[in-house]
């Protein structure tokens, strides 16, 4: 069992739709991040928060908004994507130290139309 | 900048014979380095990591990595597969982020394991 929850698991949504992708974890930890995997292809990194600020911003389109409104909660507010944005979505988190691991949530699995 | 190498995208083994997954990395300091397995539609687990201290990490499910400094490397291995090992296995090495107070993770591209029966 992931200790880091993802919801919702699926989502289809249109090119002009808004949507919210969730993520929550109780373990402490005081760095969380988003992950975009696409099949066959590692995950890559999009956006880190640490200590509820965003640090990391891989170059993402503005298409793609991240908020953590506290330490345990992440969400990824999407609106006007493209089909080639439908990907597995990642959330982690760690405690934001070198050599300490990531721990990942299970993905949504996005689909534009 | 470091980098990881994942040799193989893909390796076949029959249940219970020795599983193999090559990992080599670059890196400019120390390095730290995971495994992770994904199976399908699933996010990733992790396996095992190295840090300091003893190169011969024993993870979950019977994995094991060694760390070989002169050789750059950190080698999967279990000695007898199972079906259930039937997965993606991506091997990782932590890079610092900005600010010094978080980091990412670079991964390879990954080795899709099959076991047949």
């Known amino acids: 069992d992931t200790e880091v929850t993802q919801t919702p698991k699926h989502l289809v949504m249109g090119m002009t739709n808004k949507k919210s992708l969730k993520c929550e974890q109780h373990?402490?930890?005081?760095?969380m991040y988003w992950y975009k995997q696409k099949a066959k292809k590692p995950p890559e990194l999009m956006f880190v928060?640490?200590?509820?600020?965003?640090?990391i911003n891989e170059s993402v389109p503005s298409r793609f908004s991240p908020e953590c409104p506290n330490s345990s909660l992440l969400n990824l507010h999407l609106h006007a994507l493209q089909p080639e944005d439908s990907a597995l979505y990642l959330c982690?988190?760690?405690?934001?130290?070198?050599?300490?691991?990531?721990?990942f949530g299970q993905g949504t699995r996005l689909t534009v139309v | 900048a470091q980098s990881v190498t994942q040799l193989g995208s893909h390796v076949s083994v029959s249940e219970g014979a020795l599983v193999l997954l090559r990992c080599n990395y670059s890196?400019?300091?120390?390095?730290?380095l995971f495994w992770y397995v994904q199976y399908p539609n699933q996010g990733l687990q992790l396996l095992l990591k190295?840090?300091?201290?003893?190169?011969l990490v024993k993870g979950i499910n019977g994995f094991e990595a060694e760390f070989k400094k002169s050789e750059t490397s950190f080698h999967l291995t279990k000695p007898s597969a199972h079906m259930s090992d039937a997965a993606e296995y991506f091997c990782?090495?932590?890079?610092?982020?900005?600010?010094?107070?978080?980091?990412?993770?670079?991964f390879g591209k990954g080795t899709l394991l099959t076991v047949n029966p």
């Open positions: 982690a988190s760690s405690h934001g130290k070198m050599g300490q691991p990531i721990s």
């Open positions: 373990m402490g930890h005081r760095a």
């Open positions: 928060y640490s200590y509820e600020k965003l640090s």
């Open positions: 890196s400019s300091v120390p390095p730290y």
């Open positions: 190295y840090t300091t201290g003893a190169t």
């Open positions: 990782a090495v932590s890079v610092p982020g900005s600010g010094g107070s978080n980091y990412k993770l670079t």
